[in-house]
């Protein structure tokens, strides 16, 4: 029995009730990727796993492989983020990156830099400033996107490959990136990037957290950086779900 136990770190990304008193988590790992497991009993009053196993917990777990779902045998907290739970906008700021991270990642596909983002913005999440939260999202959504494959193209034109200028640019979501003045506006489906929010852009996704956490943003480069990031995941992730359709499709046929 003994073999088929292994321990892990883990972030709890969801849960749902299973059965009377069992629960169903999602939990992102450092090494396994993300894992689905079955922690019995946690909602009796006497569970003592109950309070390791919270929403957003970083813990240590101990899980025994079953058959058809994983069971958790033991948990213990790491590192419960508690100022997470202290107001509404953290809270619901938390339920956003387990979220983006759930919808991003796959199962048994072990991802480190995901787990590290993830737990590093769960930590500036809870302790940060308004201001810091607001740019611990946007960077961990802009590094999300960059590992899992979906970097936006922020300094070359993603029509004709040219270096891009400090000028009034384009924005192409479907393409996945900036065009040049000359390409932008042919393209029906190209917004126009004001030079503010691209270079608000190209700093998160370039520099290190330390140099950013100081940044103070004017509010229309807040909203307009927010907007394009949002736009862009949203039709990241729509592509994403249709590219595992058709997979699941293809594989069934
Ligand atoms: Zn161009």
């Given at each position: 029995?003994?073999?088929?136990?292994?321990?892990t770190?883990?972030?709890?990304?969801?849960?749902?009730?299973?059965?009377?008193?069992?629960?169903?988590?999602?939990?992102?790992t450092?090494?396994?990727?993300k894992?689905?497991?079955?922690?019995?009993?946690?909602?009796k009053?006497?569970?003592?796993?109950?309070g390791?196993?919270?929403?957003?917990?970083?813990?240590?777990?101990?899980?025994?492989?079953?058959?058809?779902?994983?069971?958790?045998?033991q948990?213990?907290?790491?590192?419960?983020?508690?100022?997470?739970?202290?107001?509404?906008?953290?809270?619901?700021?938390?339920?956003?990156?387990?979220?983006?991270?759930?919808?991003?990642?796959?199962?048994?596909?072990?991802?480190?830099?995901?787990?590290?983002?993830?737990?590093?913005?769960?930590?500036?999440?809870?302790?940060?400033?308004?201001?810091?939260?607001?740019?611990a999202?946007?960077?961990?959504?802009?590094?999300?996107?960059?590992?899992?494959?979906?970097q936006?193209?922020?300094?070359l034109?993603?029509?004709?490959?040219?270096?891009i200028e400090?000028?009034?640019?384009?924005?192409h979501?479907?393409?996945?990136?900036v065009?040049?003045?000359?390409?932008?506006?042919?393209?029906p489906?190209?917004?126009?990037?004001?030079?503010?929010?691209?270079?608000?852009?190209?700093?998160?996704?370039?520099?290190?957290?330390?140099?950013?956490?100081?940044?103070?943003?004017?509010?229309?480069?807040?909203?307009a950086?927010?907007?394009?990031?949002?736009?862009y995941?949203?039709?990241?992730?729509?592509?994403?779900?249709?590219?595992?359709?058709?997979?699941?499709?293809?594989?069934k046929?």
């Amino acid at each position: 029995m003994n073999d088929r136990l292994f321990n892990t770190d883990a972030i709890i990304l969801r849960r749902s009730d299973f059965g009377e008193a069992d629960r169903l988590l999602t939990v992102f790992t450092p090494h396994r990727g993300k894992l689905r497991l079955v922690a019995k009993g946690v909602r009796k009053t006497k569970s003592k796993k109950a309070g390791h196993i919270e929403l957003f917990t970083h813990a240590s777990l101990q899980v025994a492989t079953g058959r058809n779902l994983d069971i958790l045998t033991q948990a213990d907290t790491v590192q419960a983020y508690r100022a997470l739970r202290d107001d509404l906008d953290k809270i619901s700021h938390a339920y956003y990156v387990t979220e983006l991270v759930d919808k991003f990642t796959e199962e048994h596909d072990p991802h480190y830099p995901i787990f590290e983002l993830l737990a590093l913005t769960l930590a500036r999440l809870a302790d940060g400033s308004p201001n810091e939260q607001f740019l611990a999202l946007r960077f961990m959504e802009i590094h999300l996107l960059g590992l899992t494959g979906f970097q936006p193209q922020l300094f070359l034109c993603v029509d004709c490959g040219k270096k891009i200028e400090p000028v009034e640019n384009y924005f192409h979501i479907s393409r996945g990136g900036v065009m040049c003045p000359d390409c932008g506006q042919n393209h029906p489906h190209a917004d126009p990037i004001p030079l503010g929010t691209l270079k608000v852009l190209r700093f998160l996704q370039t520099r290190p957290w330390e140099q950013i956490a100081g940044v103070q943003l004017k509010a229309d480069t807040r909203r307009a950086v927010e907007n394009l990031l949002l736009r862009y995941i949203t039709f990241t992730l729509e592509k994403k779900l249709k590219s595992v359709d058709f997979l699941r499709k293809l594989r069934k046929g």
